[in-house]
């Protein structure tokens, strides 16, 4: 114990927070930082990363390659992804409270559409709702999404008509879905791709009127770069090592100022979430702006 604290004092003073920078203008950095030191910031972009799969997607390959080594544990919630089975109660919350909060939102059934869905735990949970009328959860990882169609076959009541999965990335879904969803989600999904504005502008254009993009990140400060590489995954081991790049971070003001640019949104809802060990997620308000958060948004015309 001593002589790991010796070490994290030191980087802790060399941690500095982060200055906030229009989201067009963040360009992700090429390498994962180096483990017990932080990292130095550096810009996204819009303009497609060499290491994208392709031009015209935000899919990194080490991101898929990661992921898909994680899949034979994914419902395990015990396993490497018991942070996102605690999580998923609040993202629940958080888009009941979005759809109250505007008389506009679409009225019941709603239909999904969840991407980067991963093992289906989020849409899982949806297609379960009585107020669902279908979900559709697509993902570029094989691995993983060959588990998610595997656990949903083991309930009758998922049929094909209410939960699909699909191998295919937001830049590769079908033009004539889009404007039909009521709401599009990408839970911890934008911190993974290669140039996130392209990315949320494609998320945003299967979003039908009166309808939400709901997505939930990480703040791009030095309190998160300690909770989530330092102690998440060096020292406490609770998420895998190599999940995160905290230079793909993206802050509230960022996100907000992305949207505030694009015509046809409204004012954005923001909810900060810490995780306590023991308890598990909570909301705390002001936390957003130095780590976890959720981030909510209506579209109030055509778009």
């Known amino acids: 114990m001593r002589p790991s604290v010796r070490l994290a004092r ?4 060399r941690a500095r927070p982060t200055p906030t920078l229009p989201l067009t203008q963040l360009q992700p950095h090429p390498q994962q930082p180096p483990t017990l030191k932080p990292p130095t910031p550096k810009p996204f972009s819009i303009t497609p990363h060499p290491s994208s799969v392709n031009s015209s997607s935000s899919v990194n390959p080490s991101e898929v390659s990661h992921f898909n080594a994680l899949a034979s544990t994914w419902w395990d919630p015990h396993g490497p992804s018991r942070i996102l089975h605690l999580m998923n109660p609040l993202r629940h919350d958080f888009i009941l409270s979005s759809l109250s909060s505007a008389p506009s939102s679409p009225p019941y059934p709603h239909r999904y ?23 559709t959860g697509i993902d570029p990882t094989p691995n993983i999404l060959a588990v998610a169609k595997a656990h ?8 094909k008509e209410k939960l699909r999965y699909l191998s295919a990335t937001v830049e590769t879904l079908p033009e004539e879905e889009k ?5 599009v989600t990408c839970f911890e999904v934008v911190e993974h791709v ?25 703040a791009r400060t030095w309190t998160s770069w300690v909770t989530t590489n330092l102690v998440a995954e060096d020292i406490l081991g ?15 003001e960022e996100l907000r100022g992305h949207f505030r640019g694009w015509a046809g949104w409204g004012a954005p809802r923001v909810m900060g979430v810490v995780y306590v060990p023991g308890l598990g997620w909570k909301e705390v308000p002001g936390s957003e702006k130095i780590g976890n958060y959720f981030f909510a948004v209506q579209k109030v015309a055509g778009v």
């Open 10 to 13: 030191p980087l802790l003073r």
């Open 113 to 135: 559409l969840d991407i980067g869905c991963g093992g289906g735990i989020f849409a899982e949970s949806a297609a379960r709702l009585p107020t669902t009328t279908s979900v």
């Open 152 to 159: 949903a076959a083991k309930d009758p009541s998922l049929t």
């Open 179 to 183: 404007g039909l969803y009521d709401v």
């Open 194 to 218: 290669d140039h996130p504005a392209e990315f949320l502008d494609a998320c945003g254009s299967f979003v039908r009127p009166g309808g939400w993009l709901v997505l939930s990140t990480i």
């Open 238 to 252: 609770v998420v895998p090592k190599g999940t995160h790049d905290w230079n793909k971070y993206i802050n509230e």
